[in-house]
């Protein structure tokens, strides 16, 4: 039933909306499950990601994305948290159109900490905040006035320095997809 | 943090000539760092992250506001964490044509002020033993120097990289000794070290 009514919602919202979309001072939004892979420490993990984005114009928008991490898919995983923050601009490839496809530039902090063990001993350490430099890419396809599809990805790159046993790379690559929010865009 | 809110209150006035002169003079970006070279070891590379307010004085100089955080390893003794707070003045080599060519490269120097900690790794079992001291933090001066280019994706929205070398000149405070009992040693002089700051950026003309 929830499900019905959200595709009339779509439905709905698609109606007033031409072939010609401006995006300019509108505003988009998602939340979502996101698996990533941590090829540094080949570790498969889910997040809980989310994100704000603004238009200042058609070409360009202002993004900020965070996201909690929920667990390691593989086995005996390191990590133990790993919340991220992102702030920075997004390039838009195109104007007034349905499908919007961009990459971005956000770096960001991770809020990092991991099973560091010794022997076989759990190794009391503090979390460590660590910047991240990252960068991303995707396409939002625009289906109406309130929702939007969206496939993205993100690369991450940053290494916890604060583990004596051995440096953890951070890098990852994420994967975004779903339905979003959009107000604004007309 | 107080020192940061001070510095972008007296930007702020800035910001109203921006949007009234013809050409816009102010920028808001962020950065990402890769510090190289640290201290002449060519491992240990820093990585960081940041952001920087552009203010335009001239066609061809500009000016460039920036804070960022980076953190780096010491071999297996430790970590180094920095902070930087500074401005650098940007020079273009060719006339910048309203940012609608796509490269525009610039020369780039400047002052910082810089915050440093570092932590040497102390084994748990044996940490009630070590009389040696462990961590010490200061605050340090810099200036830098380098080249850089923008890449304009649009006249708006630029993509900037630039490569600095940064030279501290303060109290030296590094990591000595081996496993399992490093230690921190503060020198009581002052000393000049240096690293190169790589820095790639986002910058939009507010």
């Known amino acids: 039933m929830r499900n019905l009514v959200l595709l009339l919602c779509i439905c709905l919202s698609t109606r007033n909306l031409s072939s010609q979309i401006s995006k300019t001072h509108g505003l988009r939004a998602m939340a979502t499950f996101s698996p990533g892979y941590m090829f540094g420490l080949k570790e498969?993990?889910?997040?809980?990601?989310?994100?704000?984005?603004?238009?200042?114009?058609?070409?360009?928008?202002?993004?900020?994305?965070?996201?909690?991490f929920l667990s390691s898919i593989t086995s005996d995983g390191r990590v133990s948290e790993n919340n991220q923050?992102?702030?920075?601009?997004?390039?838009?490839?195109t104007e007034n159109k349905k499908?919007?496809?961009?990459?971005?530039?956000?770096?960001?902090?991770?809020?990092?900490?991991?099973?560091?063990?010794?022997?076989?001993?759990?190794?009391y350490r503090k979390p460590e905040i660590i910047p991240l430099i990252s960068f991303s890419g995707g396409v939002n396809y625009y289906v109406g006035s309130i929702f939007h599809f969206f496939i993205h990805m993100r690369y991450i790159q940053g290494e916890a320095r604060q583990i004596p046993q051995a440096q953890y790379s951070l890098n990852e690559i994420r994967l975004l997809a779903g339905l979003g929010f959009n107000l604004g865009v007309k | 943090m107080k020192r940061l809110l001070f510095i972008i209150a007296c930007l702020l006035p800035f910001l109203s000539f921006s949007q009234n002169e013809g050409p816009r003079r102010v920028s808001l970006?962020?950065?990402?760092?890769?510090?190289?070279?640290n201290h002449g070891s060519d491992d240990d590379a820093g990585y960081g992250a940041g952001g920087q307010i552009r203010i335009r004085l001239t066609d061809r100089i500009n000016t460039e506001w920036f804070a960022d955080f980076l953190t780096s390893r010491s071999s297996n003794l430790g970590f180094r964490n920095d902070a930087h707070i500074g401005w650098s003045v940007m020079y273009y080599l060719k006339d910048?044509?309203?940012?609608?060519?796509?490269?525009?490269?610039?020369?780039?120097?400047?002052?910082?002020?810089?915050?440093?900690?570092?932590?040497?790794?102390?084994?748990?079992?044996?940490?009630?033993?070590?009389?040696?001291?462990?961590?010490?933090?200061r605050w340090s001066s810099a200036v830098q120097a380098g080249l850089g280019s923008h890449y304009n994706l649009t006249p708006r929205l630029d993509v900037s990289l630039s490569a600095q070398y940064m030279m501290h000149f303060g109290n030296h405070i590094h990591i000595e000794g081996d496993l399992p009992v490093p230690y921190v040693v503060e020198e009581d002089h002052s000393g000049v070290e240096g690293h190169l700051l790589v820095s790639l950026s986002m910058n939009i003309k507010l």
């Open chain 1, 44 to 68: 498969a993990v889910t997040s809980l990601s989310g994100d704000i984005e603004y238009y200042l114009s058609e070409k360009v928008s202002i993004d900020g994305e965070g996201s909690i």
């Open chain 1, 85 to 93: 923050l992102f702030g920075g601009l997004n390039y838009h490839f």
């Open chain 1, 99 to 123: 499908a919007d496809v961009f990459l971005g530039m956000q770096p960001g902090v991770a809020f990092f900490d991991a099973k560091s063990l010794k022997g076989e001993t759990e190794i």
């Open chain 2, 29 to 37: 970006g962020v950065r990402s760092t890769v510090s190289l070279f």
């Open chain 2, 96 to 137: 910048t044509e309203q940012f609608t060519r796509k490269f525009t490269p610039y020369l780039i120097a400047g002052h910082c002020f810089d915050y440093t900690k570092v932590e040497a790794f102390v084994d748990p079992d044996i940490q009630f033993v070590q009389a040696q001291q462990t961590e010490a933090s």
